[in-house]
């Protein structure tokens, strides 16, 4: 991703067909090329700003106990919504939690699976959330899983059709490939807004849930709420991030018909 970005700059920077640079950058190119380093280091800011303070709010809250393991509480809200079909494994790593709609598992990193912390609770209640959109077939979760292999497609091929893009652009071709390399990139920007509604949906069925059972009189619902709000936030950037960035391209485009 690093030498993209490089290899991105590097082009941006260039001078463009008719070869006049006053100061080295063309004014027009120059002004998108700051443009692109706005949105980078913005988004690196952003999102170190919000993992930062997710990794503190889960250290802090990982350390105060209720008497519920993660397993136990996903098991437990799995069965009070009446889902019997879904099994409840622990898989390696940090942060590393989630549901799998294929096999019907709720995957709890070995920290939130063994943990009886409200952190562990939060992110258990969480996974166990997408569970129940699944069960209620919640639309914004079967739209999410219909751009999956879009998505996958788009991902695989997207930086390149992009670089070409900008180097035809560049050059004075035709435009039609950027172009292309804007819709791929759409795709994944639409996904990481379509996942939005998605989170939020499975931290609002968790926290209702805490809400409802027992674990109510060991869990502070303020503290829960904020661990899942900062989980959620880092989609809100990734999906902003993406957003600038396709902005950022069509505004290559734009300027190289201008000038086509
Ligand atoms: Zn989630």
């Not at 802090?60 to 009446?82: C, F, W």
């Not at 560049?170 to 509604?197: E, K, R, Y």
């Not at 880092?234 to 290559?252: E, G, K, P, R």
Request: hydrophobic share 50%; aromatic share 10%; no cysteine.
């Amino acid at each position: 991703m690093l030498e993209i970005t490089k290899l991105f700059t590097m082009l941006a920077n260039a001078p463009d067909q008719y070869g006049y640079t006053t100061t080295g950058i063309p004014s027009h190119i120059g002004g998108i090329s700051t443009i692109y380093w706005v949105i980078i280091i913005g988004s690196m800011l952003l999102s170190w700003l919000v993992s930062s303070t997710l990794k503190r709010r889960f250290e802090e809250y990982s350390q105060m106990p209720i008497p519920m393991t993660g397993k136990e509480v996903a098991e437990q809200m799995l069965r009070d919504n009446h889902i019997t079909d879904v099994k409840v494994t622990s898989v390696n790593g940090h942060l590393t939690d989630h549901y799998n709609p294929m096999d019907k598992t709720v995957n709890l990193s070995e920290s939130v699976y063994n943990s009886n912390s409200i952190a562990a609770a939060a992110v258990a209640a969480h996974e166990v959330g997408h569970a129940v959109q699944h069960a209620k077939a919640y639309h914004w979760l079967a739209m999410r899983s219909k751009l999956v292999p879009i998505v996958q497609f788009s991902s695989g091929m997207v930086q390149w059709v992009l670089l070409a893009g900008i180097i035809m652009a560049a050059a004075g071709g035709s435009p039609w490939v950027l172009l292309t390399g804007i819709i791929l990139f759409g795709m994944t920007t639409l996904f990481a807004f379509v996942t939005l509604p998605v989170e939020f949906d499975a931290s609002h069925r968790a926290l209702q849930w805490i809400d409802r059972t027992r674990l109510m009189n060991y869990m502070d619902h303020a503290k829960a709420k904020n661990a899942l709000f900062w989980a959620a936030m880092t989609y809100v950037v990734a999906a902003l991030s993406s957003l600038a960035m396709l902005l950022y391209y069509i505004m290559i485009f734009m300027n190289s018909r201008d000038r086509n």
